[in-house]
């Protein structure tokens, strides 16, 4: 079989799996199954060893719905990234001999609160119920079934919602890994002890702007950061940066809309001289 051919059977399988185990609408949007359904938008992959997985196959829901259009670039793709390197994995005999990964993957629908929501999942396993005053009726203990237990998650995309999540996974000590996050708030290991990412700080991209803005001899500075962790973080390490050269007088004006936070206009921010 072709490498193409194979990639495109593959995909194929993944959007049927996905159709089948997120319940989506014909319009794009996430048809609920209404209650008693905690994990609507999930695919369960048995296995010995379970893996955690948090993407935004969706995104935010309007007029109070949790979950809102389809994301392709940044949530089915990533999501058959997870499925193929899941599927390479346990067809080498090499890699892991006579174990099988399994998969636990949840849609975060881009929103932090869902996502916390979701990813107790995760942890239910490590939760000791007590049933010892629990009987059945004929007089008999009752017989408890766990969900299988996640040894690490692979997610978050969005750093808000990692950084809600992250919260939550330390307490259980599990391992978490971000392909996304990139948020300068997830660096520190005091706070973030079991996350961990594949992507480098904004931080960086703080000084890459401050070094172009030198470059450029600019004396002013107007910047535009999506609401949450990671813009506003962004910002942050973007003020920090410019502070520590010392070049220049940046000027900002916070304005909030439709979930933008729109910095601009020239209004004195911070004199460095």
Not at 50 to 71: D, M, S, Y
Not at 88 to 117: F, K, M, Q, V
Not at 155 to 170: D, E, F, H, K, T
Not at 180 to 191: E, K, V
């Amino acid at each position: 079989m072709s490498g193409a051919r194979f990639r495109m059977e593959r995909l194929s399988f993944c959007l049927l799996l996905s159709a089948c185990s997120w319940g989506w609408a014909p319009g794009g949007a996430a048809k609920p199954k209404g209650q008693g359904y905690p994990h609507m938008n999930s695919i369960r992959i048995d296995g010995d060893i379970t893996l955690g997985g948090l993407f935004p196959v969706h995104g935010r829901g309007a007029e109070g719905k949790a979950c809102g259009e389809l994301k392709k670039e940044k949530g089915i793709h990533r999501l058959e990234a997870m499925l193929f390197a899941l599927d390479r994995i346990n067809n080498d005999p090499e890699l892991l001999p006579n174990i099988t990964l399994g998969a636990r993957i949840l849609d975060t629908c881009s929103r932090d609160t869902h996502a916390l929501e979701q990813s107790l999942t995760f942890v239910q396993a490590l939760i000791e119920k007590d049933s010892t005053e629990v009987r059945c009726v004929s007089g008999g203990p009752p017989i408890i079934t766990k969900p299988e237990r996640v040894v690490g998650v692979i997610g978050a995309s969005g750093s808000s919602v990692s950084i809600m999540v992250a919260n939550i996974l330390r307490l259980f000590k599990i391992p978490q890994i971000s392909y996304a996050s990139t948020a300068p708030d997830l660096s520190d290991n005091s706070r973030y002890d079991f996350f961990s990412r594949v992507v480098p700080s904004d931080t960086y991209q703080a000084q890459a702007m401050v070094d172009i803005v030198k470059a450029l001899k600019w004396n002013y500075v107007s910047t535009l950061a999506s609401e949450g962790s990671y813009g506003e973080s962004g910002v942050e390490a973007f003020i920090q940066k410019s502070r520590e050269d010392g070049e220049w007088i940046s000027l900002r004006k916070e304005e909030k809309r439709m979930g933008w936070r729109e910095v601009s206009g020239w209004i004195p921010w911070a004199e460095l001289r």
